[in-house]
DNA sequence: GCGACAG
DNA sequence: ATCTTGTCGC
């Protein structure tokens, strides 16, 4: 795939005031509501056809639910040395349908709030070496939740004009509307833009989904902290990360590109 | 000035 | 993110 909006490819040379200004643009340029064209239904791991998808070959005899099913890619990082490994997967109903990767140097260090430029071009090289074009793009990091509501799946879905999903392990900035401690499977709760974010206070900003949980035990798992990219809105997102999970904390998207990064990195090794 | 801060 | 064995609890 190629970048729509190549202009707003992150710069790591640009002075900290013209990266942020660059983040407000893509701000604006983002779509925090639903607007793509595939089934948020037939997002899914499971090749168990769905009572839809049923319905859709009784009606149609000559459909093929599988082979129209939304390419979802998942994207993660691994690190060697000053080089970035960025690796791409991408599913469809559960079943890998390519897979694919850059290794870059690496030109700024890890900034709270500036992540997409560290990891950016790298994971652009990437997805530019992608045969298919993918209907959603899963990342590891925010996307609304950012300081200026530009993070690294909304700057690098805006880029590619492709819709976008945030997948974080820690909260960068917001607050949940409860706290999230020790909560069961499937629970969520909002977070909402406070002080530091760039947007009036109490503006939905992303998720705490608790994606899974032991039964009963002492120890707890952490939720996951989704966040609109680009062309999803925040309660969609939730709704395809929770299609999207199987068993793990991570949805397969990205813990397939998670460990596929990982493989090139111990042959780089 | 101090604390908080995706990967 | 990364350096890393065993170990506690599902």
């Not at 049923?54 to 993660?76: F, I, M, R």
């Not at 560290?118 to 990342?139: K, N, S, V």
């Amino acid at each position: 795939m190629e970048p729509v909006h190549a202009e707003f490819l992150p710069d790591a040379s640009l002075s900290r005031e013209e990266i942020e200004s660059l983040q407000r643009e893509i701000a604006d340029n983002a779509v925090f509501e639903d607007r793509f064209a595939f089934d948020p239904a037939a997002v899914q791991i499971s090749s168990e056809p769905s009572q839809q998808q049923l319905t859709t070959a009784a009606s149609d005899p000559n459909s093929d639910a599988a082979a129209d099913a939304p390419l979802v890619a998942g994207v993660d990082q691994a690190f060697l040395d000053d080089r970035a490994i960025s690796a791409v997967v991408v599913l469809q109903v559960g079943e890998v349908v390519e897979r694919t990767h850059a290794v870059r140097e690496l030109s700024i260090p890890y900034i709270p709030g500036l992540l997409a430029f560290r990891e950016g071009g790298p994971i652009a090289a990437a997805l530019a070496t992608l045969d298919c074009e993918p209907d959603l793009l899963c990342f590891d990091g925010s996307g609304r939740i950012h300081y200026r509501q530009a993070g690294l799946a909304t700057h690098l879905g805006v880029v590619f004009d492709t819709p976008s999903i945030g997948i974080a392990k820690n909260l960068l900035c917001g607050t949940p509307r409860e706290s999230v401690d020790g909560r069961p499977a499937g629970w969520r709760t909002p977070i909402e833009a406070a002080d530091a974010v760039d947007c009036a206070d109490g503006t939905v900003i992303g998720h705490a989904y608790q994606s899974r949980q032991y039964e009963s035990s002492n120890r707890h798992i952490n939720p996951l902290y989704i966040s609109p990219g680009h062309r999803v809105a925040a309660e969609t997102t939730v709704d395809l990360v929770a299609a999207l999970c199987d068993g793990y904390k991570l949805p397969e998207p990205t813990r397939l590109a998670d460990s596929y990064a990982d493989e090139i990195k111990a042959e780089l090794s």
